[in-house]
C-alpha cells in the first residue's frame, strides 16, 4: 500500500503514527506529495486531491483520515484503535472528532491570515475560539493514554500541530493536565517517530 501524505498534516500524522502502533510498517509506504502540485499519483488515489490518501495493492483510494484509520485498524484485527462496543466506541471517535475540529479550527486561522484577513476579523475569532474551547475541554477531559487509541492519536496530533504552527501561543500555560497528557503521549514510539519540526 502507499500512502500518501505531507509532513505537516495532523491528520496524514495520524495515519502515519497509525500504521506504527497496528504493526502495520512493512505493508505501507510513505510517500510525501505536495498536493498544491496536484500529483498525478494523488489525484487518482483521491480526486478531492487531499491527504492523507491512501492507495491500495489493486489501485483503490481510500481517503480521509478516520475512513483510512477505520480501514487499517480492520486490516490489523480490528479493535485496536476504535473499540467495537457502543459505548466505547461512541467515546473514542468524539474524541477523535474534538481532535481533528481542533486541527480544522487551527488550520482555517492558519489559512485565514495569510489570505489578507486580520487577527481580529470575526471568522478568524471565531476558529481561535473554537481551539480555545477544545482546549479547554481536553484540559478537563483528556484522552485515554494506555492503550491510546483513534482518540488519543487525534488530539496529540493536533496538538503537535499547534506546537510547530503557533510557536507564539502558550496553550500549556493554563492547562497543566493537557500539557503533562501531551508529553506522556509524545514519548509514544508512534508519536515520538512521526514528530514534526520546521
Known amino acids: ?35 498544491s502540485d496536484s500529483p498525478p499519483e494523488v489525484l487518482a488515489a483521491n480526486p478531492l486531491c487531499k491527504i492523507p490518501a491512501l492507495e491500495l495493492p489493486d489501485g483503490e483510494g481510500v481517503y480521509d483520515s478516520r475512513v483510512i484509520v477505520d480501514y487499517l485498524d480492520g486490516l490489523a484485527g480490528g479493535g485496536r484503535l476504535v473499540p467495537a462496543g457502543d459505548e466505547a466506541r461512541r467515546r473514542v471517535l468524539r474524541m477523535q472528532a474534538l481532535g481533528d475540529g481542533l486541527a480544522d479550527a487551527a488550520i482555517l486561522v492558519r489559512t485565514l491570515i495569510p489570505a489578507g484577513l486580520v487577527h481580529d476579523h470575526p471568522l478568524v475569532q471565531r476558529q481561535l475560539a473554537a481551539v480555545r474551547r477544545s482546549l479547554d475541554r481536553l484540559e478537563s477531559e483528556p484522552p485515554a493514554l494506555e492503550p491510546i487509541d483513534i482518540g488519543g492519536l487525534s488530539v ?26 501531551y508529553e506522556a503521549a509524545c514519548r509514544l514510539p508512534c508519536l515520538a517517530r512521526t514528530a514534526v519540526t520546521l
Open 1 to 35: 500500500m502507499k500512502l500518501y501524505h505531507a509532513p505537516l498534516s495532523p491528520y496524514a500524522r495520524k495515519v502515519r503514527a497509525a500504521v506504527i502502533l497496528l504493526g502495520l510498517e512493512a505493508r505501507v509506504t510513505e510517500i510525501a506529495v505536495r498536493v
Open 156 to 181: 496529540a496530533c493536533a496538538l503537535g500541530y499547534l506546537d510547530v504552527r503557533f510557536v507564539d501561543d502558550p496553550w500549556r500555560l493554563d492547562r497543566p493536565a493537557l500539557a503533562a497528557w
